[in-house]
T-cell receptor
Framework: DSGVTQTPKHLITATGQRVTLRCSPR?????VYWYQQSLDQGLQFLIQ???????AKGNILERFSAQQFPDLHSELNLSSLELGDSALYFC?????????????FGPGTRLLVL | GQSLEQPSEVTAVEGAIVQINCTYQ??????LSWYQQHDGGAPTFLSY????GLEETGRFSSFLSRSDSYGYLLLQELQMKDSASYFC??????????????FGGGTRLMVKP
């Protein structure tokens, strides 16, 4: 158990819908990273927040957005969902704002878009 | 951007030693990380090499050669529970000039009795 929690574990929805994934970092960690893992694309970095501010951005689609709240939990919002958005979504956390190679991953949210 | 190459699959028997290679092409290099992921599970950090040489942590060791843009993960005394996917990763510049981790495609290790 990494100490990072994610909800929900599974999510099934339809194309065109919007969902929100939630992540709570390890106690004391200020950075949250979001990743998408699909069979054809592997593990892809989406975005990082540090202490409420966006710190780094990967190949995140415009239909996706994220934020980090004052209590440091983070939410990833996925809208206008397409079949290709079906994937595992992980969040990870680390202590500092600068990139750390040691990141602690949550159990993931498995999203299925039908 | 960065690119990393690692074999897609490796098979070994219990008790054996296996080496998973990773070659990378980078515009700037800080170090090489390794993560383990069991089926249906989350990636777990294994090791990080910033300098050339071998780092040992129990049955797992990781090696880096910066001049060859190459590293490997060495797993000794293989156990069935080592069956998992192993990812190498390097630091990269992100779209807004922050830093991010770029992962290789992963090597699926199957340990047979």
């Amino acid at each position: 158990d990494s100490g990072v929690t994610q909800t929900p574990k599974h999510l099934i929805t339809a194309t065109g819908q919007r969902v929100t994934l939630r992540c709570s970092p390890r106690s004391g960690d200020l950075s949250v990273y979001w990743y998408q893992q699909s069979l054809d694309q592997g593990l892809q970095f989406l975005i990082q927040y540090y202490n409420g501010e966006e710190r780094a951005k990967g190949n995140i689609l415009e239909r996706f957005s994220a934020q980090q709240f004052p209590d440091l939990h983070s939410e990833l919002n996925l809208s206008s969902l397409e079949l290709g958005d079906s994937a595992l979504y992980f969040c990870a956390s680390s202590v500092e704002g600068r990139l750390q190679e040691t990141q602690y991953f949550g159990p993931g949210t498995r999203l299925l878009v039908l | 951007g960065q690119s990393l190459e690692q074999p897609s699959e490796v098979t070994a028997v219990e008790g054996a030693i296996v080496q998973i290679n990773c070659t990378y092409q980078t515009s700037g290099f800080y170090g090489l990380s390794w993560y383990q992921q069991h089926d249906g599970g989350a990636p777990t950090f294994l090791s990080y090499n910033a300098l050339d040489g071998l780092e040992e942590t129990g049955r797992f060791s990781s090696f880096l050669s910066r001049s060859d843009s190459y590293g490997y993960l060495l797993l000794q005394e293989l156990q069935m529970k080592d069956s998992a996917s192993y990812f190498c990763a390097v630091r990269d510049r992100s779209g807004n000039a922050g830093n991010m981790l770029t992962f290789g495609g992963g090597t699926r290790l199957m340990v047979k009795p």
